[in-house]
């Protein structure tokens, strides 16, 4: 029996072509095909479950998203657990932040029993999330922009306790000082919080918008690169430290049946770190 079966609403959902609901729904199907697939580099059944309740043509997605983008969407998500869950082995009560939350399922993979989740995200964005994907007792959405900052008098927080936050996919589309502004204001109202995030280099930027057009997708074109997390994050704040970053396909044991070509775009990513994964510690 699924997780979320008898709480999804039963008839097929209509996607439109070009629509907000259209990007949230790559990173949830290149998760449900890709963990199908390997689910010894991530068990998501839930994504599963979401894709088989939309009435929607995938296959224009299959042609702009090869197999190296699909097992890139699992990787993505399995360092964010692990950072999670390494996270509230310290703070077991802690408060978890979802920014830019779309249809993430990562609650479900790493709750403890104890975490207080949020799934932080446009209004339009949250209200298509319900239809899809239920709050719990433990699991609540704000419906705000990340950049409206009100948002963080909506947590039910206790520094004791602990805050992390999770920005997967996310930073992409802002410029920096924007991101700038927001984060070093996190870090000012949750001393001893952390963050994840994952970026790319310039080079990094050129390629994914090039292969964002191939899906004929124009809004989801990205903005923010990101070079040496250390010389660039250090001068954001006072209150911030790189805790620790590392290229996107580090750890990632090559499997024998992916393809030469999607080994080779791995090993090139991480040899000229296009793309990373970067850990910050809000410091008093």
């Known amino acids: 029996m699924g997780l979320l079966k008898g709480r999804i609403m039963a008839h097929k959902l209509t996607i439109e072509p070009q629509s907000v609901q259209e990007t949230m729904f790559l990173p949830v199907w290149g998760r449900a095909k890709y963990s199908h697939l390997y689910p010894e580099l991530l068990d998501d059944p839930i ?24 097992i890139g969407w699992l990787v993505r998500a399995r360092n964010f657990d692990d950072a999670i869950k390494e996270y ?7 408060t978890i932040i979802n920014m830019g939350a779309g249809l993430d399922t990562t609650f479900f993979r790493v709750d ?14 949250i209200d298509f999330r319900k239809k899809l994907i239920p709050e719990t007792s433990r699991s609540e959405c704000i419906a705000k922009s990340a950049f409206d900052v009100s ?12 805050i992390y936050i999770i920005a997967g996919g996310f930073f992409y589309y802002f410029e920096e000082p ?12 949750f001393p001893d919080g952390g963050l994840i995030f994952d970026a790319i280099s310039k080079a990094g930027l050129w390629f994914t918008n090039r292969m964002v057009k191939k899906t004929g997708n124009t809004g989801a074109e990205v903005h923010f690169s990101l070079g040496n997390p250390l010389k660039r994050i250090s001068g954001w704040s006072g209150n911030i430290e790189v805790a620790e970053w590392y290229p996107y396909w580090h750890g ?25 994964f970067v850990q910050l510690r809000f410091i008093k």
């Open 151 to 162: 948002w963080f008098d909506d947590l039910d927080y206790e520094e004791e306790k602990g």
């Open 112 to 125: 403890n029993g104890k975490i207080a989740w949020y799934d932080l995200d446009l209004p339009d964005a």
């Open 88 to 94: 509230i082995k310290k703070y077991p009560e802690a």
């Open 47 to 70: 994504a599963e479950e979401i894709i088989g309740k939309i009435d929607y043509d995938f296959s224009k997605v299959e042609k702009g998203f090869d197999e190296n983008s699909g």
């Open 252 to 276: 990632v044991k090559r499997d024998p049946r992916w393809s030469k070509n999607t080994i080779f775009k791995m090993n090139f990513c991480d040899w000229f770190k296009m793309a990373k």
């Open 178 to 189: 924007e991101i700038r502004r927001l984060v070093s204001s996190m870090a000012e109202s």
